[in-house]
Nanobody
Framework: QVRLVESGGGLVQPGGSLRLSCVAS????????MRWYRQAPGKERELVAS???????YYVESVKGRFTISRDNAKNTGYLQMNSLKPEDTAVYYC??????????WGQGTQVTISS
């Protein structure tokens, strides 16, 4: 019912930074929980971070201290700030939103590549 549009991926050197964004196409539906996943070639998709509408956050251990998840409720948009990037962070990143109406949606995925 609602499309999530991702942006912000790209190629960056180790130690660099990127910020991903994820915006819901329909402002009438409010996001309850925003999540970011990633999937590297040959690996299972893993949960990277999540944030509730009131700002409670979760991070997978491997990104703690480097990634920050945030949201702008007025814009129905989620963000993932990624600092101190490592080659092992290379993956396709997907946003996922659980809406208060009870359904969820996925973004199209954005490639993040960390290479020197």
């Amino acid at each position: 019912q609602v499309r999530l549009v991702e942006s912000g991926g790209g190629l960056v050197q180790p130690g660099g930074s990127l910020r991903l964004s994820c915006v819901a196409s329909e402002s009438a539906f409010m996001i309850n929980i925003m999540r970011w996943y990633r999937q590297a070639p040959g690996k299972e998709r893993e949960l990277v971070a999540s944030i509730t509408r009131i700002g409670t956050t979760y991070y997978v251990e491997s990104v703690k201290g480097r990634f920050t998840i945030s949201r702008d409720n007025a814009k129905n948009t989620g963000y993932l700030q990624m600092n101190s990037l490592k080659p092992e962070d290379t993956a396709v990143y997907y946003c996922n939103a659980l809406f208060y109406d009870g359904f969820n949606s996925w973004g199209q995925g954005t490639q993040v590549t960390i290479s020197s």
